[in-house]
């Protein structure tokens, strides 16, 4: 038994995990995800938003077992080898909560801890059927990145928050 992580190329978390039985894993990350991987949430009032993640934002790699993943993708992520190639081991995220927050205009990413150097971070946010994807960093000494959006719709939004070496976040955000 094989196990295929799919992962974004820009955070290295892994957004999806499958194992593969008798077979090679596979290694084109649309063969497994078509055009989009779609990560639902729920929000209330049985609605529920989608998340597009598009294929060319995705990598898949073929990583030691890890049993974890398959439960909790999001806590885990890939990490490349100087040549740009993916470790075969995942790494575990460190876990972080609150400090995620929403308005028509912003999403605000805030780390419990001061960042020892640039860090990336991506936020997507549902739209009705549009999903925004914002990108940005927190500078080295930091501790938050606030990416500008334009929200059209109101209430709760599914929120993916990815910051670089922290445990990835979906979850359903009111604007406040």
């Not at 020892?116 to 549902?126: C, D, E, F, H, N």
């Not at 994807?133 to 500078?139: D, Q």
Request: aromatic share 2%; with cysteine; net charge negative.
């Amino acid at each position: 038994m094989s196990l295929s992580a799919v992962y974004v190329a820009d955070t290295g978390h892994v957004v999806g995990a499958l194992t593969v039985t008798g077979a090679s894993p596979p290694n084109a990350v649309a063969s497994l995800v078509g055009a989009e991987l779609p990560l639902r949430i729920s929000l209330d009032a049985g609605k529920t938003a989608t998340i597009a993640l598009a294929a060319r934002q995705l990598a898949v790699a073929a990583v030691d077992d890890e049993p974890g993943v398959l439960d909790g993708p999001l806590g885990f992520g890939v990490e490349l080898t100087p040549d740009a190639k993916p470790k075969p081991a995942l790494s575990s995220l460190r876990s972080w909560s609150g400090g995620l927050t929403l308005t028509a205009s912003a999403c605000t990413l805030a780390l419990p801890v001061e960042t020892t150097r640039l860090t990336p971070v991506r936020a997507l946010i549902s739209d009705g059927e549009q999903t925004h994807v914002l990108a940005g960093e927190i500078p080295a000494g930091g501790k938050q990145a606030q990416l500008p959006v334009v929200l059209t719709g109101t209430g709760k939004h599914g929120v993916l928050a990815l910051v670089s070496g922290w445990a990835g976040r979906l979850e359903a955000l009111a604007v406040s």
